[in-house]
C-alpha cells in the first residue's frame, strides 16, 4: 500500500509540473503575441485618400491616389481645372447631426453639380463623436468603412456616403452595427464586397481614421482662404472659401438656398448649373460645429 501511495503521489507529481509548464508556456505565447503586435510597423491609409479625403468627379468617378504612408503628411488634391467647376470640400463625422442636416438640405444639389460636370465634391471622414456612441466608436468604425470603400471601390464612394447619412443613427445611441453597414456597402454597389466586408469587420484603417481625425483637429486647412475659429464638423470648402452656415436652432435644418447662394458668390458671375463638364480632377504629388 505504501509502494502504491508513493506511485500515485509521483504521478500527481508528474501531472502537476506538466500543467504548470503548459500555463507557463500559455502565457509566453500570450506575451511574445503582445510584444509581436505591439511592434508591428503602422499600416498605410487607404489608397485614393493621399490628401485625408477622396475627391469624386465627372461620373461620379474618384480621384486615383497613392496610400498615405505612415511617416507622410497629406497632399492635398490640385484645384479643378477650368477653375469655373466648383471645389467643394466636406469634413464630416457619419454620427454628427449637423453633418446629416446638412447633407439632407444640400445632398440633391451637391449630386447635381457633379453629375453634370460643375463641380467635384472631395469628403474627408473624420471621427471627432466616438463618445456619443454608447462606446461602440461608431464614428470610427463609419469612418474606416468610409475608407475601405475608398480604397477597394472608390467610385462607388459618393453613394456610400449617402448611405451613411440616409441611415445615421441618433446621438448617444450605439450607431450601426458591422452586419449593417457591410449591408449599405453591398447596397451601393461596391466591387470586391468581400474584401470591404473584411476591411469593415478587422477595422482595418482605424489608425488611419486616428490619424486623420488628429490632424483635422490640430493643424490648419489646406488651400484655404480663411481657417474657422473652432474645428468642428461639418466644415465645408468651396474654391478654398470656408462657408459659414446657419441652421435653425430649433431643428436643425439648413436652407438649401443658402448654401446655392453662397455658390454663387464664390463663382460669381460664371457660375451656372449648365457649365460644361470637365474631364477628371486629376490628384496632385458661424454657428458652433460638432466638436
Not at 471622414?125 to 475608407?147: E, Q
Not at 451613411?164 to 450605439?174: G, V
Not at 490619424?211 to 482662404?225: Q, V
Request: charged content about 20%; hydrophobic content about 35%; aromatic content about 8%.
Amino acid at each position: 500500500m505504501r509502494e502504491e501511495q508513493k506511485k500515485k503521489d509521483r504521478r500527481n507529481k508528474f501531472i502537476l509540473q506538466g500543467s504548470l509548464i503548459v500555463v507557463v508556456l500559455a502565457i509566453i505565447a500570450a506575451v511574445v503575441l503582445v510584444i509581436t503586435s505591439t511592434m508591428r510597423p503602422p499600416a498605410p491609409g487607404p489608397l485614393n485618400m493621399l490628401s485625408d479625403g477622396i475627391k469624386i468627379g465627372d461620373g461620379f468617378h474618384a480621384v486615383r491616389t497613392a496610400a498615405l504612408q505612415p511617416s507622410e503628411e497629406p497632399i492635398p488634391n490640385a484645384s479643378n481645372e477650368p477653375s469655373s467647376i466648383l471645389d467643394i470640400r466636406l469634413y464630416v463625422d457619419y454620427m454628427c447631426p449637423i453633418c446629416g442636416n446638412f447633407e439632407k438640405a444640400n445632398a440633391d444639389q451637391i449630386k447635381k453639380l457633379v453629375q453634370d460636370g460643375a463641380a467635384t465634391v472631395e469628403i474627408h471622414p473624420v471621427a471627432i463623436l466616438d463618445r456619443a456612441s454608447m462606446g461602440t466608436k461608431y464614428s470610427t468604425r463609419a469612418a474606416n468603412a468610409a475608407a475601405c470603400v475608398a480604397n477597394f471601390s472608390p467610385d462607388n464612394f459618393f453613394d456610400f456616403s449617402a448611405l451613411l447619412f440616409q441611415n445615421q443613427p441618433e446621438e448617444n445611441s450605439p450607431g450601426l452595427d458591422d452586419d449593417t453597414i457591410i449591408g449599405l456597402a453591398k447596397e451601393a454597389g461596391v466591387s470586391k464586397f468581400t474584401n470591404i466586408s473584411s476591411c469593415i469587420t478587422d477595422q482595418t484603417f482605424k489608425n488611419w481614421v486616428a490619424a486623420a481625425t488628429d490632424r483635422f483637429n490640430s493643424e490648419p486647412f489646406p488651400n484655404a482662404a480663411t481657417q474657422p475659429p473652432q474645428h468642428g464638423t461639418p466644415t465645408v470648402y468651396v474654391n478654398g472659401q470656408l462657408y459659414q452656415y446657419t441652421f435653425d436652432k430649433a431643428t436643425g435644418a439648413f436652407d438649401p438656398n443658402e448654401f446655392s447662394a453662397f455658390l454663387t458668390k464664390v463663382l460669381g458671375a460664371d457660375f451656372s448649373d449648365n457649365s460644361t463638364p470637365s474631364p477628371e480632377p486629376s490628384p496632385s504629388g458661424s454657428p458652433s460645429p460638432s466638436k
